[in-house]
């Protein structure tokens, strides 16, 4: 194992316990449905999600955690071997980092109370966007690291493609 490898490795251990270390204050804070304003657009709330992103799934009999955990375990296995490849690069294994560890942090949620903690809920009014966490937070930077990779990447092939 290189030690840019376990740069990496480190990255999705740390999102994975800053993850798990937010939702077990949020757990010894708050009673389930409970919501706290700290602004006028963003509440700290207690939710469980047993679906995926936007609660998608979230109404099926219980089948989905499993379904989820198996999907995630699998792309977070595929991801790492991405890593390995890609260690001597930036963004894309920061990139791969950030989804892994905000995976595996839900994933252990899965397992610990079929279902992941929520508790992020910006709004405006009566119009909210759905809870969140800082797994979910990581996952969506990653991926947004990821495209931004590939545009910069397909924009200097065109270039380099101009001046040949």
């Known amino acids: 194992m290189t030690g840019r490898f376990f740069a990496w490795l480190s990255v999705i251990a740390v999102v994975a316990v800053l993850d798990q270390i ?5 757990l010894a804070r708050f009673r389930y449905g409970e919501s706290r304003p700290v602004t006028d657009f963003f509440d700290l709330v207690l939710v469980f999600n047993p679906g995926a992103a936007f609660s998608f799934m979230a109404d099926h009999s219980g089948w989905q955690r499993w ?12 991801l790492t071997v991405m890593i390995w490849r890609h260690q001597t690069e930036r963004a894309q294994p920061l990139a791969f980092a950030l989804i892994v560890g905000g995976a595996l942090g839900n994933v252990i949620d899965r397992f610990r109370f079929g279902a992941v903690v929520d508790f992020l809920y910006f709004h405006v009014g ?8 800082l797994a979910d937070s990581a996952i969506t930077l990653g991926v947004m690291v990821l495209l931004g990779a590939q545009i910069h990447a397909s924009r200097t092939a065109s270039a380099e493609e101009k001046l040949s």
Do not use: D, M
Request: proline share 8%; no cysteine.
């Open 126 to 133: 009566p119009y909210g966007w759905p809870a969140f966490n």
């Open 22 to 26: 937010s939702k077990i204050a949020v």
């Open 67 to 78: 379904f989820f955990i198996v999907l995630a375990t699998g792309v977070s296995a595929w």
